[in-house]
């Protein structure tokens, strides 16, 4: 017997909406629209979850769409520490420790 599929998504979005945010505070930079000639601009992740984030959105234009598609990107500086090598040598696992976190 074939369930509700109107029940069933209502179900899976409750569940989705269930997992718990972390705040994240990043600084990164977005892109509205899937052309690679959109200029990048400053964006902050305010949280995350594995299903999504909660992004601020910096210099936006009337023109923009925000419901367009939308890019983010995060770069992420710091020391490496505790590193293991994978067993091939062609891989490996890494903690970052970022600059500034012991002051």
């Known amino acids: 017997m074939a369930g509700n599929t109107a ?18 505070d990043w600084f990164g930079f977005y892109r509205v629209g899937s052309t690679d000639s959109e200029a990048w601009r400053l964006c902050r992740v305010l949280d995350m979850s594995p299903h999504g984030a909660r992004v601020e959105l910096f210099d936006l234009t009337k023109e923009d769409r925000t419901e367009d598609a939308i ?6 500086r710091g020391t490496p520490r505790n590193v293991t090598t994978g067993a091939e ?15």
């Open 7 to 24: 029940d069933e998504a209502v179900i899976g979005e409750m569940l989705r909406r269930a997992e718990p945010r972390q705040a994240t």
């Open 71 to 76: 890019t983010v990107k995060l770069e992420l």
């Open 89 to 103: 040598g062609n891989s490996a696992t890494i903690g970052i420790e970022f600059s500034g976190s012991d002051e």
